[in-house]
């Protein structure tokens, strides 16, 4: 199980700043009042992961390590809770025969793609079980379509307020409310963030992997902040989340062990 055990910034802004923050394997909160760099920080790691390939190796001053120590990547998500409306026309003209009006819209079509994906892994994965005659095979097969089970009552139960529910029938994600169906991209801001959220964390079928999030709890009720983290590490315990946040709500649940201040990492 890789994950980064700590970061390292030369210098976070132009010729000062230099940022060493060591990482749990579990939950990582950044906080910090406005203008210290949160995002700023968030952004540069996950640019060197980009650029390298997902390699461990210094890009524009930042080096990152992993653990265990012959690791040499991980695998990582991102999830960004800004809703800006789309402009790109290359965009749109992709995805034309979907109403997709926001960034949100567009993560959510993405994510369409990857839960098609996941649905088709987990049925080849229970397929071989029977295929190979692994022992105690049926219990494991239940177990593993448990999961896609446990995320529909999950959804349903945030969204219960309003009575919306996950259509089972479906292949892709979508809701019923009150007998009327609908796509997700008609669903509210805060709505659509959490379903965004928890299927970014869904398809990655409980692996080992790297959750990156910047201020995850715009739009979000605040019961729903302070269920955040558990609900993430329900779906998958082997996730380590990195996050940056401004609200008290989303460390509420037990995770203030997990807060590192930006001073506390700057020099």
């Known amino acids: 199980m890789a994950y980064i055990s700590s970061i390292e910034i030369d210098s976070l802004w132009s010729g000062y700043h230099h940022v060493v923050?060591?990482?749990?394997?579990?939950?990582?909160?950044?906080s910090g009042v406005n203008g210290v760099g949160k995002s700023t920080i968030l952004n540069r790691v996950v640019k060197n992961l980009l650029n390298v390939d997902r390699m461990a190796k210094a890009t524009e001053g930042v080096t990152l390590t992993f653990s265990p120590e012959d690791a040499t990547q991980v695998r990582f998500d991102?999830?960004?809770?800004?809703?800006?409306?789309?402009?790109?026309?290359?965009?749109?003209?992709?995805?034309?025969?979907?109403?997709l009006q926001s960034e949100l819209d567009f993560m959510l079509y993405q994510l369409q793609r990857r839960f098609l994906d996941y649905q088709v892994n987990v049925s080849n994965r229970m397929v071989r079980l029977f295929t190979e005659q692994v022992p105690d095979a049926q219990n494991k097969a239940e177990e593993i379509a448990g999961e896609k089970a446990r995320f529909y009552e999950l959804i349903d139960s945030l969204f219960a307020d309003t009575g919306k529910k996950v259509l089972r029938t479906s292949n892709e994600i979508m809701m019923l409310q009150h007998g009327e169906q609908l796509t997700p991209y008609q669903l509210s801001s805060g709505e659509k963030q959490m379903l965004i959220i928890m299927l970014t964390v869904l398809v990655q079928d409980r692996?080992?992997?790297?959750?990156?999030?910047?201020?995850?709890?715009?739009?979000?009720?605040?019961?729903?902040?302070?269920?955040?983290?558990?609900l993430i590490r329900e779906l998958n315990p082997n996730v380590q989340i990195i996050l940056t946040t401004h609200s008290p709500a989303v460390i509420m649940d037990g995770w203030a062990d997990c807060v590192t201040d930006v001073e506390d990492i700057v020099d």
């Open 21 to 30: 923050w060591h990482l749990r394997p579990d939950v990582n909160i950044l």
């Open 207 to 230: 692996q080992p992997y790297t959750l990156f999030m910047d201020e995850p709890e715009i739009s979000l009720h605040v019961e729903w902040q302070q269920r955040l983290i558990g």
């Open 78 to 99: 991102v999830v960004r809770s800004f809703d800006r409306p789309l402009i790109s026309g290359d965009i749109l003209a992709k995805v034309a025969d979907i109403s």
